[in-house]
C-alpha cells in the first residue's frame, strides 16, 4: 500500500469516528436536554454549543443539520411561554455560525448558511459611559423570521436592532452582507449596510433589477 492510500484510509478512519461522535452527542443531548421540540433526522455536530440550560427555548424541525462549532445562545435564559429560536425542518446552519436570541429568531423550512453567519435579534447596551459594556447587559432589541428556502453566504449579519425584522422566503443574501431591515420575498441582498439587488419576476421567470420608484 503506497502512502496515499493509506492517508486515504486514515481519513475514511476518522471520517467514521466524526461521524460516530456526532451521531452519539445527537443521542445524548436529544434524550437528555428538554428542547422544545427535537424532530426525526435532526443532527447536531459534537463540538457544538447549546447550554442545558436553554434547551427549553429551542426548537428544532426535522432533518435539522448544525455544522462544528454553531453556537445557540438565548440571553435571558429559557423563561418563556414559547421557544425562543425555532429552526424548520430542513434548516442546514454552516460551521461557526452563531444564532443569538432575546426575544425570538424563526428560519423557517429549508434556509441554508454558509459559515460564519451571525443572526441576532439585540445587541450589546453601551448607554451608560461610566460602566463597562459587558456588565451593562443587552439591548430590549426585535425579532427575526427567515423566509423559508433562504441563502444566507459566508459571513452575514441579520441583525433586528430595536424592531422586527424579516427575510422574505427564497431570498439570497451576499457574503459579509449587514442586514438590519426587512426585504420581500424573492430577493437578493448584498453590502453593508444591505440594500437590494435583484428581485425575481414572476412573469418573466427571471432575476432582475428592483424598479428605483
Not at 118 to 138: F, K, W
Request: aromatic share 8%.
Amino acid at each position: 500500500m503506497n502512502d496515499s492510500a493509506a492517508a486515504a484510509d486514515s481519513e475514511d478512519v476518522l471520517d467514521i469516528i466524526t461521524r460516530a461522535r456526532t451521531w452519539l452527542h445527537t443521542l445524548w443531548i436529544r434524550k437528555t436536554y428538554p428542547f422544545a421540540a427535537f424532530g426525526r433526522g435532526t443532527s447536531i455536530t459534537y463540538s457544538c454549543e447549546i447550554q442545558r440550560s436553554v434547551a427549553r427555548a429551542v426548537w428544532f424541525g426535522e432533518r435539522v443539520y448544525l455544522a462544528p462549532d454553531v453556537w445557540l445562545n438565548v440571553t435571558e435564559g429559557a423563561r418563556s411561554p414559547r421557544p425562543k429560536i425555532t429552526l424548520g425542518n430542513g434548516c442546514k446552519i454552516g460551521r461557526r455560525s452563531t444564532i443569538s436570541a432575546r426575544n425570538y429568531i424563526h428560519l423557517e423550512e429549508d434556509v441554508l448558511t454558509a459559515p460564519s453567519v451571525l443572526i441576532m435579534d439585540h445587541n450589546h447596551a453601551y448607554s451608560d459611559i461610566s460602566a463597562p459594556i459587558h456588565a451593562q447587559g443587552v439591548t430590549p432589541g426585535g425579532s427575526i423570521t427567515i423566509g423559508r428556502n433562504c441563502w444566507l453566504g459566508f459571513g452575514v449579519c441579520v441583525l433586528s436592532g430595536d424592531k422586527d425584522l424579516r427575510i422574505g422566503r427564497n431570498s439570497v443574501i451576499g457574503a459579509n452582507a449587514v442586514v438590519t431591515q426587512s426585504f420581500p420575498d424573492f430577493s437578493v441582498i448584498v453590502g453593508n449596510p444591505a440594500k437590494l439587488l435583484r428581485v425575481y419576476d414572476q412573469q418573466t421567470k427571471s432575476w432582475i433589477k428592483p424598479d428605483p420608484r
